[in-house]
């Protein structure tokens, strides 16, 4: 009878035909909605990547342990971090030097001409021996997550104060995490779990563990492959708890409880296929969801988006890894609410993206005293000349730790991770299995990413609270009220620089009372005031703001273990007590900074020098004697100035000007001016026309300039606020020493350089070629040569060698 009725329905064609166009409908429509959704998604992903341009900064210093009284030298990268092609945008990095307190012990501005710039620091003989941090980023990074920030370890030793930490006094501690693929462990799933074990100094240790279960049970035994990290595979149990044991080198044991699992999840398990050339994705729930959506993106673009069909569960995909991007990839799996469920991180060693460098001494061995030539070249992985900016060190190895970063492995890899990579240039260095494996450990124990999938999907637009540097240093400040502490907006404000030749800028401040002073060649440590025009200055104050960063990444200073009265730290330490007395002026000679010789308002009408006329006893004397365009006028016992010029029917105009002093504007209408000595003034300049400085407008200008440019003496409003400024770094020039000829070579003055030779501006011409020279000193010993370097088209490279200096 079943039979029958089935044959019945199959022969009744319109029925048939009905059900069939149902059906199709219902798949269609299902595909189209899931394919809508995609597309939503994949959108919401090139949105963020085009309205959030960001920037890598990578610091190269000339060595990483220092004694204090030495200098610090260093030469700033910085570069799309798209792209990693050198970034026009910022024109100023901030460099800094951390205590284990987070504190600041060295702060410096450096300028950035098309994506580089160069300073240095002088270490305080002061400065307390310890491992210390060095951090760089720019005004627009602080916008974004501070672990985005360069980092690098410093060790500072000061012999003077002969601190001494034992490290056998040191207690060992071990940090022990655990990282499941894909975020979560889930009842059930078999998962793979990273793991990261390292000790104080955040170094990876060796050690044997097990996993045990609450019965004392062993599920499963593991070690570490490479720098404390390593995986296990582990199916957790509904019901379970477990625990990992583990025995270090040393026998201490120590213990941690393994992440919570889930009831309902989703697991993700990604390998390479190296036979095929391909990444196998396997994607497993215990949910009842019918699909699953995986996007494989970068910072950059899309490689791969795929809707996946769970079968019981489980569904897979492999990927070609040629449609992949070069360097770090995000996996992530959605669900079918369009949640992220699962993501790790993939690792594709670029294969076309490095500039090979090269430097060849014209000699392996070298006496004191003697010329060294290298010749370097930049190449690309055809070898063809890549022209290319380069930074190069060389000084003398000794027992100091050595951990200076490469160019290469920070730009491709330790820039997109999470905290401390141990030795990243081994795993961008090497091709092997190991390698291959040690790479996937760690993008299972480092897994970060530079957004955050909430603010993607909700639509939250990117809010920007620090502005970009494009032309020069923003100098930053708020406007309040001095009872209340409240922000007052749409205040007219003024920063001044004063000097011979000085600077003035204007600005107005925003809703939240903030003000932004754009400055151009603003450098060294100069006074600078800041004051406001309003109709009420006295109940108004400007803040002037840091500009450093006050947020911290979870970069750990390792511990401090060393012993500062050892003989070769000593030796070290005279070293450069021996250069800083027969060398200290020449160790400290600044370049001088480009500097614009015109005032900001260029020519004026009338200049004035006043040593060319009578010297009046008073500037009212002064002003109505010879000066024509000035009149001085008195009202209710004070001073007012006023300029007068003529149309062009001559019908007089009066102008009420602006009353500078050194740039310093005086809002009095020149009362303080007349009463100034005018002994101190040097050259009075007149404008006589409208002039506009960015929000603000002058109805005309009388600049008063003194000999020093210093106020000499001049008493401010007190409603103004003077302070001392550090501004761009003025460079300072390295010495280095010439042994041309038999007298320079015979001078009996000691040269005890350890450091013989640093450069930020090394530039390769079009054949890829540059020779540099220098002399050695009469330190003897074996000497470490260090470029590193990035082309134009944001390849980047560095090369160690070595050479010897001997009697």
């Known amino acids: 009878m079943l039979i029958k009725m089935v044959k019945s329905l199959f ?201 045990i279960d609450q019965n004392n ?80 993106h970068n910072s950059q673009q899309t490689s791969t988006s795929r809707v996946l069909t769970l079968e019981n569960g489980n569904a897979n995909l492999e990927v070609d890894k040629k449609s992949l991007a070069d360097g770090i990839s995000t996996i992530t799996v959605f669900d079918e609410n369009n949640r992220p469920v699962c993501e790790r991180l993939y690792f594709k060693k670029p294969q076309q993206q490095q500039l090979f460098l090269d430097g060849t001494a014209d000699n392996v061995q070298y006496t004191t005293r003697k010329k060294v030539t290298i010749a370097v070249s930049s190449k690309d992985e055809a070898t063809n000349p890549e022209p290319s900016e380069m930074s190069m060190a060389v000084f003398l190895l000794d027992s100091l730790p050595l951990q200076n970063q490469n160019i290469y492995s920070y730009l491709w890899l330790s820039s997109e991770l999470k905290g401390v990579i141990e030795s990243p240039e081994y795993y961008v260095s090497n091709t092997n299995d190991e390698v291959t494996e040690a790479i996937d450990n ?35 400040g708020k406007v309040v009220r001095k009872f209340d502490e409240k922000p007052v907006p749409n205040v007219v404000s003024y920063l001044s620089v004063p000097g011979p030749l000085f600077q003035l800028y204007a600005a107005k401040s925003a809703a939240d009372g903030s003000i932004y002073f754009n400055t151009r060649n603003f450098y060294g440590t100069k006074l600078i005031v800041a004051q406001t025009k309003s109709d009420d200055t006295t109940s108004l104050r400007l803040d002037i703001s840091s500009p450093f960063s006050e947020d911290f990444s979870s970069y750990k200073i390792p511990a401090f273990s060393y012993q500062t009265t050892s003989p070769l730290l000593l030796k070290r330490s005279i070293q450069m007590q021996v250069q800083n007395v027969y060398a200290g002026e020449k160790l400290n000679v600044l370049l001088p900074p480009h500097a614009d010789t015109a005032n900001f308002y260029g020519k004026a009408d009338a200049s004035y020098l006043l040593d060319n006329y009578v010297r009046f006893p008073t500037m009212e004397e002064v002003l109505r004697e010879y000066v024509r365009e000035i009149d001085v006028r008195k009202r209710k016992g004070n001073f007012y100035l006023i300029s007068l010029s003529k149309d062009e029917f001559g019908m007089p105009i009066v102008h009420e000007p ?22 101190k003034v040097r050259k009075l300049e007149v404008i006589q026309a409208l002039y506009y400085l960015g929000p603000a407008s002058f109805d005309g200008v009388a600049s008063f300039t003194t000999y020093n440019g210093d106020l000499e003496g001049f008493r401010l409003d007190t409603a103004s606020t003077v302070l001392d400024y550090d501004a761009l770094q003025i460079k300072r020039e390295f010495y280095s020493p010439v042994y041309q000829t038999p007298e320079q070579y015979s001078s009996r003055l000691p040269d005890f350089r350890n450091l013989l030779y640093w450069s930020s501006d090394i530039k390769t011409d079009n054949t890829g070629k540059k020779e540099v020279s220098f002399y050695t000193s009469d330190i003897t010993g074996k000497y470490a040569v260090v470029l590193q370097g990035i082309s134009q088209q944001g390849k980047a490279g560095s090369k160690v060698f070595t050479i010897d200096v001997r009697k």
């Open 11 to 211: 022969l009744n064609a319109p029925f048939l035909k009905t059900v069939i166009f149902i059906c199709f409908l219902s798949c269609h429509f299902i595909s189209g909605a899931q394919a809508g959704k995609t597309e939503v998604i994949l959108k919401k992903i090139s949105d963020f990547n085009e309205q959030n341009l960001q920037e890598k900064v990578f610091v190269h210093t000339d060595r990483s342990s220092y004694v204090a009284g030495e200098i610090i030298w260093c030469k700033v990268y910085c570069t799309d971090a798209k792209t990693n092609h050198l970034s026009t945008f910022s024109k100023v990095a901030y460099v800094e030097v951390l205590d284990k307190d987070k504190q600041p012990v060295l702060q410096g501005k450096i300028a950035l001409t098309g994506g580089t710039g160069s300073g240095s620091f002088v270490i305080p003989v002061t400065m307390h021996s310890g491992n210390f941090l060095l951090r760089s980023y720019t005004n627009w990074m602080k916008n974004f997550d501070p672990e985005f920030y360069f980092h690098q370890n410093l060790t500072i030793l000061n012999t003077v104060k002969a601190e001494v930490v034992a490290a056998s006094a040191m207690v060992a501690n071990y940090d022990m995490q655990f990282f499941p693929e894909g975020g979560n462990l889930v009842d059930g799933l078999k998962s793979k779990v990273g793991f990261r074990v390292t000790d104080n100094s955040g170094k990876g240790i060796n050690f044997r563990g097990a996993i």
């Open 217 to 296: 049970d062993t599920i499963t035994r593991f070690q570490p492959l490479k720098f404390g990290i390593g995986n296990f595979i582990f199916t957790p149990e509904k019901g379970k708890q477990y625990k990992a044991f583990l025995t270090t080198g040393n026998g201490s044991v120590i213990s941690q409880t393994l992440p919570a699992t889930l009831n309902t999840g989703f697991v993700i398990n990604v390998s390479d296929a190296t036979t095929t050339g391909s990444v196998r994705m396997n994607v497993r729930t215990t949910s009842d969801n019918k699909t699953v959506f995986i996007v494989i």
């Open 442 to 476: 760690l993008m299972l124990t480092h897994g970060w990413r530079r957004f955050k999938w909430e603010t993607i999907l909700n639509d939250k637009k990117p809010s920007f609270k620090f502005l970009p540097e494009y032309e020069g240093q923003l100098v930053s």
């Open 658 to 679: 602006v009353m500078l002093l050194d740039g310093v504007p005086q809002f009095d209408n020149g009362n303080k001016i007349t009463h100034y000595d005018p002994l």
